[in-house]
């Protein structure tokens, strides 16, 4: 099938809009979706959560996936508001529900646009690109887990790279549901206790995560997505 320049744009569409969106609200988002703004409002959205809870939390989970999908500043703060509205759970379920939308459709657009083209292009090509492509291949599972788990890797870098290398959508949308819980749950807790900080004039301390008891069972689990991959790296080098 030969690709013409306008199905070649119309595939590009989805990410070139992203794209676009996400330095527009850069720009435009930053100084409102903060904290302080949270702080400001929290009276009224109180009132509107307690007045029709049901379009609350669709008109939340709506937000959130479209701070996701642009990659607008402030996926943080909307985690803390799910905490604050909806108390830990469910604002747990809707802050990651949310976010996996949101990823998943900037994979999609990727994808679409780019990603089955270069996909294609690296599993026919030779040398060091074909053993790279291979051992993304091998080890999709463990490698989408560690980039969720360790976030190392910018969410938006995290949402791109996939695509790109021919990632199946089902893999992706189960490794990043999963795979940001711990985090997620972290920040939608301390959300939940914003009541408390904001009667005492304070802000909440994010670096919660950090501590002992929060950082090294998410260190645990990253040492357990990663041996799978150690353990083949060996096995590899035993067989040279």
């Not at 330095?23 to 959560?49: I, S």
């Not at 469910?90 to 994808?111: D, E, H, K, Q, Y």
């Not at 490698?143 to 791109?160: D, E, G, Y």
Request: aromatic letters at 10%; zero cysteines.
């Amino acid at each position: 099938m030969i690709t013409t320049p306008d199905n070649a744009l119309r595939r590009r569409l989805p990410l070139l809009v992203i794209l676009v969106g996400a330095a527009l609200g850069a720009f435009f988002l930053r100084d409102y979706l903060t904290f302080e703004t949270l702080k400001e409002n929290r009276e009224a959205l109180l009132a509107v959560r307690d007045a029709n809870y049901g379009l609350t939390v669709l008109a939340f989970i709506g937000a959130y996936i479209l701070i996701v999908a642009f990659s607008l500043p402030g996926a943080t703060i909307a985690s803390l508001t799910g905490g604050f509205l909806f108390a830990t759970f469910p604002g747990v379920l809707f802050n990651i529900s949310s976010a996996t939308i949101g990823a998943t459709a900037i994979f999609m657009a990727a994808r679409w646009g780019l990603g089955e083209k270069l996909a294609a292009k690296m599993d026919g090509s030779k040398g060091g690109v074909k053993k790279i492509k291979s051992a993304i291949d091998e080890n999709q599972w463990e490698a989408l887990f560690l980039i969720r788990l360790v976030p190392a890797v910018p969410f938006f870098m995290a949402n791109l790279i996939p695509a790109l290398v021919g990632v199946p959508l089902y893999r992706f949308v189960i490794t990043t549901f999963l795979g940001i819980i711990p985090g997620t749950a972290v920040i939608t807790s301390v959300g939940a206790g914003l009541g408390e900080v904001f009667a005492r004039g304070e802000t909440p301390n994010l670096g919660i995560i950090f501590e002992p008891a929060i950082l090294l069972p998410v260190l645990g689990l990253s040492a357990l997505a990663a041996l799978p991959i150690f353990l083949k790296a060996l096995r590899g080098k035993k067989g040279l």
